[in-house]
């Protein structure tokens, strides 16, 4: 079992929808959480970032983390055209400074 | 975007060929990683460095060397290219005392191996 696993759709939303992505990871001792934001040939982007269990919110997009059930969610809301693209979780813990990441899910926002 | 180069951006290499891939960083960043990308698997850790000229293994190294003689440098080397090296390779870089866990990636380096 990967230990970080993501849907990878593809979602395909109308515009203005509110978009839910999910991830769960299986690794207890991962204690950040990440989003990243990836489009079509080009390096993913940090998009959100949250520590431990909570939700976080930046404008229209919201992250959370559920640390009891292992589950991580990024939601968009008044999703545009311009939201479109690969969506990418990704966990971490320890002292390695590494993450790991899931696969992605590629979301489509149509106008 | 994070100062942060990759070169070259793409290269077209036969099977058996030596490659070297730079990542060149102007942020004082004291990690730095490499990843590959591929359909179906997502990001992939290959090495990391966590200062000048130490390295470690990630989990897809077989096959890759690396190297950090500089804290601004990181080459990525793939001593005998195969057709299964054919991927998009990304560096990202990290600093644990100002940023935690957040990395920051390179614009990539598409490789083709025929």
């Known amino acids: 079992q990967k230990e970080v696993e993501q849907d990878p759709g593809p979602l395909s939303v109308p515009e203005g929808a509110i978009v839910s992505l999910n991830c769960t990871y299986s690794n207890s001792a991962f204690q950040y959480f990440m989003w990243y934001r990836q489009y079509s040939r080009k390096g993913p982007e940090l998009l959100m970032y949250t520590y431990s269990s909570g939700n976080k919110e930046d404008g229209r997009f919201t992250a959370q983390v559920d640390k009891s059930s292992k589950y991580i969610s990024l939601f968009i809301r008044d999703s545009q055209p311009s939201d479109s693209a690969t969506y990418l979780c990704?966990?971490?813990?320890?002292?390695?400074?590494?993450?790991?990441f899931g696969k992605g899910t590629l979301l489509t926002v149509n106008p | 975007d994070a100062g942060i180069t990759q070169s070259p951006r793409h290269k077209v290499t036969e099977t058996g060929t030596p490659v070297t891939l730079r990542c060149h960083q102007t942020e004082n960043h004291r990690y730095m990683y490499w990843y590959r990308q591929d359909p179906g698997h997502g990001l992939r850790l290959i090495h990391y460095s966590y200062g000048v000229k130490d390295t470690d293994k990630g989990e897809v190294s077989d096959g890759y060397s690396v190297s950090r003689s500089k804290t601004e440098d990181f080459l990525l080397t793939l001593e005998s290219a195969t057709s299964s090296q054919t991927s998009v390779y990304f560096c990202a870089i990290s600093d644990p005392g100002q940023v935690n866990y957040e990395q920051y990636f390179g614009p990539g380096t598409r490789l083709t191996v025929t």
């Open positions: 990704a966990g971490g813990g320890g002292s390695n400074y590494k993450l790991t």
